[in-house]
């Protein structure tokens, strides 16, 4: 029955990707299947880069500056990812203290480079009681930060300010200190040398939904899901995992089922220890976990 079949779809998307009812509604289509993957390709180019810096290895990704904690380590504030019609929304604990390590700062030296640290681009538009609401103004996507338990403490971006001001004032008479950008209303000098990171490629919209059903990593304790280098001639880079779901259940549940990503398609490792792929449109990634018979599945 096809009420059956869409109350199972329901509570598979509940239970691997943790998205709450109220939420799950609004991603209901009239036929009652659930839509993970935005049409809007501006969201998608933000969501690829939010992919790109989120499954980066600790530290690596050039924009993972901050210092105190890395991209990944942001993870373990992260309860659940839900897209949304015009936004990408995430709960966190400390909704402040997650979006103070994603707005923009830029590092000008005296030769005229920069260094961009935090996401490029990405601007406050708005706080509300429970969430802050993040625009990139390059893509004009959005992303929306919740805060899963209370209200927003505004202490945090607040602290952040105020450090920022301090530091200035300090070093006023140098010209490599470190300036925010998501207090501007244009993109600074130093955003727009790193446009390239936003441009939209062949595995844009793969990226996009691999970043929808991020949970599917993430739900699993010391996944340590992360890019590297692709192996085959015809992918672009390599998603490697060490616990969870093995490579053909993660390809598996990716383009079949009630969380497959439209026109998708996978290719299973040909030999034990080869890497899956995952095609969509032009764009390929290579898969790489556990494999099936040690994977270490989420009960």
């Given at each position: 029955?096809?009420?059956?079949r869409d109350k199972a779809?329901l509570?598979?998307?509940?239970?691997?990707?943790?998205?709450?009812?109220n939420y799950?509604?609004?991603?209901?289509?009239?036929?009652?299947?659930?839509t993970l993957?935005?049409p809007?390709p501006?969201q998608q180019r933000l969501q690829?880069?939010l992919?790109?810096?989120?499954?980066?290895?600790?530290l690596?990704?050039?924009?993972?500056l901050?210092g105190?904690?890395?991209?990944?380590?942001?993870?373990?504030?992260?309860?659940?990812v839900?897209?949304q019609?015009?936004?990408l929304?995430?709960q966190?604990t400390?909704?402040a203290?997650v979006?103070?390590?994603?707005v923009?700062?830029?590092r000008?030296?005296t030769?005229?480079?920069?260094?961009?640290s935090g996401?490029?681009?990405l601007?406050?538009?708005?706080?509300t009681r429970?969430?802050?609401?993040?625009?990139?103004?390059?893509?004009g996507g959005?992303?929306?930060?919740?805060?899963?338990i209370?209200?927003?403490?505004?202490?945090d971006m607040?602290?952040?300010?105020?450090?920022?001001?301090?530091?200035?004032?300090?070093?006023?008479n140098?010209?490599d200190?470190?300036?925010p950008?998501w207090t501007?209303?244009?993109?600074t000098?130093g955003?727009?040398?790193v446009?390239?990171?936003?441009a939209p490629?062949?595995?844009t919209?793969?990226?996009?939904?691999?970043?929808?059903r991020?949970n599917l990593?993430?739900?699993?304790?010391?996944h340590?899901?992360?890019?590297?280098p692709?192996?085959?001639?015809?992918?672009e880079?390599c998603l490697?995992?060490?616990?969870?779901?093995?490579t053909?259940e993660i390809?598996?549940l990716?383009?079949?089922?009630p969380?497959k990503i439209?026109e998708?398609?996978f290719t299973p490792?040909?030999?034990?220890?080869d890497?899956?792929?995952?095609?969509?449109?032009?764009?390929t990634?290579?898969?790489?976990g556990?494999r099936?018979?040690?994977?270490?599945?989420?009960s």
């Open positions: 029955m096809p009420y059956s779809a509570a598979l998307c509940r239970q691997t990707l943790s998205i709450p009812d799950l509604r609004r991603m209901r289509q009239p036929n009652g299947r659930i993957d935005t809007d501006q690829a880069l992919f790109d810096c989120f499954f980066s290895r600790g690596e990704h050039p924009f993972d901050n105190g904690r890395s991209f990944p380590d942001l993870l373990a504030y992260l309860s659940w839900a897209p019609n015009d936004r929304v995430l966190a400390t909704a203290r979006t103070s390590y994603l923009p700062y830029v000008t030296f030769d005229g480079s920069c260094e961009v996401i490029p681009g601007r406050l538009e708005r706080i429970k969430a802050l609401v993040l625009r990139h103004m390059p893509t959005r992303l929306e930060i919740r805060e899963q209370g209200e927003v403490a505004l202490r607040q602290a952040l300010l105020e450090d920022e001001v301090r530091v200035s004032r300090q070093d006023e140098r010209q200190r470190r300036q950008a501007q209303e244009q993109l000098q955003e727009q040398a446009a390239h990171h936003w490629d062949a595995t919209a793969l990226r996009s939904a691999l970043l929808a991020a990593w993430w739900s699993v304790y010391k340590r899901a992360h890019l590297v692709a192996r085959r001639s015809n992918a880079r490697h995992w060490k616990s969870g779901r093995s053909a390809g598996r990716l383009t079949e089922g969380l439209p998708a398609r490792p040909y030999i034990p220890g890497v899956g792929l995952v095609h969509l449109g032009e764009g990634l290579e898969l790489n556990p099936a018979a040690l994977a270490t599945l989420k």
